[in-house]
């Protein structure tokens, strides 16, 4: 991987972590686009540099990680689905995070859904709050996350949207899925890069100079770009709520099939 390589995925990372439109489906495709998909360190990078793009959430919630300890309770019950689902499927998750076509797939039936979950579920008026949420809403938020281990779900859609079907507005359901998304994504990270190093030390070797130097700057150029894009989304989902992304996902997700199914060779640069 080449330093505009890493830049050109960190800056995706950024823009499309805490859209409902799937960070990893758009890393996906931007690696396979560039021809690196495949490369073990591109998948542990992809999953790495979510770690700078969760922090711009806690600089711009700084307040809210202070308030309670009853806030991270209610963290960890959402976070457990994920962390045992994720063990348990580690291996079958790594093996679609180069399927182009799995993320096509995933867009298109997530981008229907978006287009019409405003009208199947109308919380947008409530007055409530992240406080509001109790535990068992909070397992259920997390089981909603567990859908987002396929490529191209989308984390922040799946736990979005599972804040919604418990009843809450989507500013609260959107800024739990933020809060939530720094645990989980921390322990991805942890565990994608131990695994990642423990391969490279079977083989001999560690991470290089190189290596860590693109993690590095990934993980910078990510929360730079997040940080502008959270305060941008929450606005607007606020305002006009997910049916332009599904739009966007529905034209990307068929474009991706129709180029596939053409057998255009997605590695064009």
Known sequence: MKLFEAIILAIVEGLTEFLPVSSTGHMIIASSLMGIAEDPFTKAFTVAIQFGAI????????????????????????????????KLLDDYIDALLSNVLVVGFTLLAGGVVLVFIDVLVKNSDRDDSVDDITYPDAIKIGLFQCIAMIPGVSRSAATIIGGMAQKFSRKTAAEFSFFLAVPTMFAATVYKLYKFYKTMEVAGTGFTKDQLLLLG?????????????????????????????????????????????????????
Do not use: E, H
């Open 55 to 86: 922090l711009s959430v806690v600089v711009l919630y700084f307040k809210r990680f202070f308030q309670s300890m009853n806030f991270y309770y209610k963290l960890l019950a959402a976070f457990i689905p994920a962390a045992i689902l994720g």
């Open 217 to 269: 700057v990934g993980n910078i150029v990510a929360f730079l770009v997040a940080l502008l894009a959270i305060k941008s989304f929450i606005t607007f989902l606020t305002k006009y709520g997910f049916r332009v992304f599904g739009y966007y996902r529905i034209v990307v997700g068929i474009a991706i099939i129709i180029l596939f199914i053409a057998g255009v060779d997605l590695k064009i640069l």
